[in-house]
């Protein structure tokens, strides 16, 4: 069976987390300062650095780096034949073309993607995803998908709905602003 990073237990709704320890003792000490955004968003931060863990779990079980899923992941979600071209691939990742460049040369090295030339541009090459890049992705995305439905087991689906919902409303600001 799958490890998980995150355990399986059980909590009510009024169990106290590291959060609301310090966001008392923020209350106590700086009484005149309204802390109230700590409550959430000083979670969604540890809720990151756990996810950040079960992710590099995830991946190192399929001996990938996570920039190395990102890259994959990206040609996976392309569609037959999983290929891209490398602005593509900067656009969807947000790394500079150097680093691009730079981590197509080593997924080649390991077999993982290939380059072809553009059929309709002589000067451009794709990035297409091989047999085993594919494979190694398919297997490393059931493995992330593990882990992060045991970091979300402590709720219901219609909470995790709810919960989705509302991150979304913070976070499309973010996302649609124009580059």
């Not at 923020?26 to 979670?43: A, C, G, K, T």
Request: glycine content about 6%; hydrophobic content about 35%.
């Amino acid at each position: 069976m799958q490890e998980t990073l995150c355990q399986q237990t059980h909590y009510t709704d009024h169990m106290e987390d590291e959060v609301d320890r310090l966001v008392a003792a923020w209350r106590r000490e700086r009484p005149d300062l309204d802390v109230e955004p700590l409550e959430v968003l000083s979670r969604v931060s540890r809720l990151a650095r756990h996810l950040d863990r079960a992710r590099r779990l995830a991946f190192s079980e399929h001996q990938l780096e996570p920039w190395e899923f990102d890259v994959l992941t990206s040609l996976r979600r392309a569609g037959a034949p999983y290929q891209l071209s490398p602005g593509q691939l900067l656009t969807q990742t947000l790394v500079t073309s150097g680093t691009m460049t730079n981590r197509i040369d080593r997924l080649t090295k390991k077999g993982l993607v290939e380059r072809l030339p553009d059929p309709s541009d002589r000067r451009g090459v794709l990035v297409r995803l091989t047999p085993e890049g594919r494979d190694r992705a398919d297997e490393a995305l059931a493995g992330l998908l593990a882990q992060e439905r045991a970091i979300l087991a402590q709720l219901t689906r219609p909470q995790r709905a709810e919960l989705a919902g509302l991150l979304r409303r913070l976070t499309a600001p973010f996302d649609n602003v124009p580059g």
